[in-house]
Structures are given as structure tokens and as C-alpha cells.
């Protein structure tokens, strides 16, 4: 296999035709593959985690003598949240410094064991505070998965097939989050006919959102695709056959003592913030505005609360669904985009677009039939941001400090993010308590938070056809 300066050289005197595709030989298929089933079941594993949290938190605090109201759940949601959330840049952190000095492979294998064994553990949960634990420690994994998956893919890719593979496999991610909202959907239908009620372990009643954390689980079996057939990238086998990198891999002191470097993971941490902020303190909190929006339609029906229940975790799972087809397109979508108009003008159209679209779904989602193309929609503008993180961010540092790049500008957003659903749970419970649907009026206050991004856009770089800098 010819090295990765030969091939930049090559490329640049005889760029390569055809699909970008036709240029990935079976080992860049599988690094691709593999890559894209950690980040789905990473997601899938998030996913899970936001469609079952009201109804764990219901269940939980009950357990505990604190019948819970609305507002009180709103507000355990935003801390659960937030704790998930600093446990995911935690993980980030220390797992992206891991994957420049020990290797993306073995790093990756070790974050999916992290994630899955402790999503199982979830289920487990008699508590709030044990729940909280858990989902801590869940995000250590979680967390640190992203910044060497996306390094190892854009290492491992041809120059000209480097974005279209990141893009596809950040579009990917949506499976994961499509397929926990059909499992919820199966077991939310299987909980409102009667099919839960006599499934008890230990004298507790399993419900559906215990079973869900109990399929999480089994992404580790994945660890054993990737203790078999994944390689290091040459790039980075390369650099550590040299004297003086190997010290420098991993290093936040090197990250901050360039100039360079250290603007890019700047500039980069506030637009990671901008779009984390408002996925998962106002997006990921629309199945709880739906909850909401269903709970008072169901009110006055004939049904016992374990059928409503059910009909609420079905309905809720049909609008992550929602969100995630359009979250699929809107990714795919940057990747096209950013290919003919450069990174900059792509991620100012998807801000405005964020910002907007999410602003109108709090505002006018009223109706049962809204779910079917306000949702997609919020989705399509959202998460095309993050279609354009796993293509920008590992463009914007060299080789021995790819992975903690990425990983400080993604996941310490996170640790900025995690104050998000806290403020939207005190929006919920004490700004707005004393409106109908207190979640309406706080996920529209938060949405200025995009702005951030639109502000510090004049700012970065601009990388479109450029080659990862070494």
C-alpha cells in the first residue's frame, strides 16, 4: 500500500474521477464500517437515554416519596441531563488524549465496552441518584468514542473521499437513534396492551424503559470485530516511529502552546457549544414537550394510566423517528454543500437554519399531525451541524493531536453544555411553572444560543480542499 504522502502527491498531479466511492479499496470499507457501528450504537445508547428519561425519572422518584409533577420532572431531567452530558466531555477529554498516544483502534475498543456495560447497568437503577451514576459513567464512554472514531476514518481515507466517508458517517448515526425509537415504539405498544404487567424481577415490575437499557448492551460485542481487524492508521503508526512526537501525542500543552492549534480549538469549542447546546438543551427535549402534548389529549379518557402510558412512549418514539430521518438528510445534505461552498458559508446557513426551524416547532407544535413534518424539519437543520463537526474538526489539527483536537472542541462543549438542560429544567420548573406547557416557553428562550455559532463564524479557518495538516 503506498503511503499517505504518495497518495496526496499523486492526487494533486492527477485527481482521481469517478464517485468518490469507486477510490475505497475493502479495508477503507471496513475501517468505515466498523467506525460507523461505534458512533451508531453510541447514539443509539443516547437516544435511549432520551426517550425513556421521564418515564425513569417517574418511576424512580415515586420510589423514592417524591411524587413527581410536571415541573419537578422537568427540572430531574435537565440535572440527569447535564450529568450524562459532563460525564460525556469527561470521557472526551481523557479518551481523546488516549487515542493520539495509544492508538484510535484500541482506544475505540475501549470506549464501546465503557458505554455498553454501563448502559446495561442502567437498568438496574432504584433511584435517582444511582440512575445519575450510571449515566455518568455511561458518558465516559460515550464520549470519548466520536473523536477517535472520526480520526480514524479521516486518516485512514483517500484525500478526495475524506469528507463524503465523515459526512456518511455521521449520517449514520441516525440509524442508531432510529432504531432505539423503534424499540421503544415496540415496547411502548407492548406496555399499553398489558403485555409488561406480570414481568416481575425481584419484586420489582420491569417496564419498557428497563428493557431498553438492557438491549444497550450489546454493542460490546463489537469490541471483537475490532480486536481482530482494525489497524492503526499508517499515519499514525508513522508518527510514532519518529523520536520527538511520541511525548508531544495527546498533549494539551502542545494543543495550547501553538498559536495555531490553539486558536483552531477555540474558535472550535464555541461552535461545538452552539450546536450541543441546542441538540441536547432544546431538540432532545421535544419528545418531552410531545409528552406533554399528548398527556393533556389523552385527558378524560377512558384509559388506566398504564395504557395511557404505553400510547405516550409509542408516539413519542414515532417523533424520534421523525427527527432522525430528517436528521440523516440534513447531515448527508452539509457534506454536498460544504463540497461546493466551502465549511463556512455551509455552517452559517445550517446556525440561521437551527435556530429558526426550532424556534417555530416550540412555538406551534400543538397538533398530533405537526409530528410528521415540523419534527422532521428540526431534525433536518439540527443535526446537519453536526454532519459538518465530524468533517471540520479533524481538518483543523495534525496528526499527534487529531484526536485530542476534536475531542477538546466537541467535548469540552459538553461540559459548557451541560449547564443547558439545567437552565431549560429552571425554566421549566420556576420561570414559566406557571404557564400550560412550561417546556414550550423554554426550549424558545434557549434558542438564542445559536447566535453563538453565527458570531464566531468570521473567525475559523476555512479548509475546503486543503490537506489534513501534519
Known amino acids: 500500500m503506498q503511503t499517505f504522502d504518495a497518495e496526496l502527491s499523486d492526487n494533486a498531479r492527477n485527481p482521481p474521477a469517478g464517485p468518490w466511492w469507486s477510490e475505497l479499496n475493502r479495508y477503507h470499507w471496513f475501517v468505515l464500517t466498523v467506525a460507523a457501528l461505534g458512533w451508531l450504537f453510541d447514539t443509539m445508547d443516547q437516544q435511549i437515554f432520551v426517550l425513556t428519561r421521564i418515564d425513569a425519572l ?93 480520526s480514524l476514518v479521516a486518516e485512514v481515507m483517500p484525500a478526495r473521499a475524506r469528507p463524503f466517508a465523515l459526512g456518511l458517517l455521521q449520517a449514520l448515526s441516525a440509524v442508531g437513534n432510529i432504531s432505539a425509537a423503534l424499540m421503544s415504539m415496540g415496547l411502548g405498544r407492548l406496555e399499553a396492551d398489558g403485555g409488561l404487567k406480570e414481568l416481575i424481577v425481584f419484586g420489582v415490575q420491569i417496564k419498557a424503559w428497563r428493557i431498553l437499557y438492557v438491549i444497550g448492551i450489546f454493542p460490546a460485542f463489537l469490541a471483537i470485530v475490532i480486536r481482530r481487524g482494525l489497524k492503526e492508521p499508517e499515519r499514525w503508526q508513522n508518527l510514532n516511529h519518529t523520536e520527538q512526537t511520541p511525548k508531544r501525542a495527546g498533549s494539551y500543552r502542545e494543543l495550547f502552546g501553538d498559536a495555531r492549534w490553539r486558536r483552531h480549538a477555540i474558535v472550535g469549542l464555541l461552535m461545538a457549544s452552539s450546536g450541543v447546546i441546542g441538540l441536547w438543551s432544546i431538540g432532545f427535549f421535544m419528545p418531552d414537550l410531545y409528552d406533554s402534548v399528548l398527556r393533556k389529549s389523552y385527558a378524560g379518557s377512558d384509559m388506566n394510566p398504564d395504557q395511557i402510558n404505553g400510547r405516550v412512549v409509542f408516539w413519542k418514539g414515532v417523533g424520534s423517528v421523525m427527527f432522525n430521518v430528517g436528521a440523516f438528510f440534513g447531515i448527508y445534505a452539509f457534506t454536498l454543500m460544504t463540497h461546493y461552498t466551502g465549511r463556512r458559508p455551509a455552517f452559517a446557513v445550517a446556525f440561521a437554519a437551527a435556530m429558526v426551524t426550532t424556534m417555530w416547532v416550540f412555538l406551534k407544535l400543538n397538533n398530533f399531525s405537526d409530528l410528521f413534518w415540523m419534527v422532521p424539519l428540526m431534525g433536518f437543520c439540527q443535526l446537519a451541524l453536526f454532519g459538518g463537526y465530524a468533517i471540520y474538526f479533524p481538518e483543523l489539527f ?54 453563538l455559532g453565527l458570531f464566531v463564524l468570521p473567525f475559523v479557518p476555512e479548509t475546503k480542499g486543503q490537506p489534513l495538516p501534519e
Open 58 to 150: 417517574r418511576e424512580l422518584l415515586t420510589r423514592n416519596g417524591l411524587p413527581p409533577s410536571r415541573g419537578m420532572l422537568g427540572e430531574y431531567s435537565g440535572y440527569a441531563t447535564s450529568i450524562f452530558l459532563l460525564g460525556w466531555a469527561t470521557g472526551g477529554l481523557v479518551f481523546g488524549v488516549m487515542g493520539d498516544k495509544i492508538g484510535r483502534a484500541k482506544t475505540m475498543l475501549l470506549t464501546i465496552l465503557i458505554y455498553s456495560v454501563c448502559t446495561g447497568l442502567s437498568a438496574l437503577s432504584m433511584g435517582f441518584t444511582d440512575f445519575v451514576i450510571y449515566r455518568f459513567l455511561t458518558g465516559l464512554g460515550v464520549g470519548g468514542e466520536f473523536a477517535v472514531g472520526v
Open 398 to 451: 495534525p496528526t499527534h493531536l487529531r484526536s485530542t483536537g476534536t475531542s477538546f472542541c466537541y467535548n469540552v462543549g459538553r461540559i459548557v453544555a451541560a449547564v443547558g438542560p439545567s437552565a431549560l429544567g429552571l425554566l421549566t420548573s420556576r420561570v414559566y411553572a406557571n404557564s400550560d406547557e412550561p417546556m414550550r416557553w423554554a426550549g424558545i428562550t434557549m434558542c438564542s444560543v445559536f447566535l
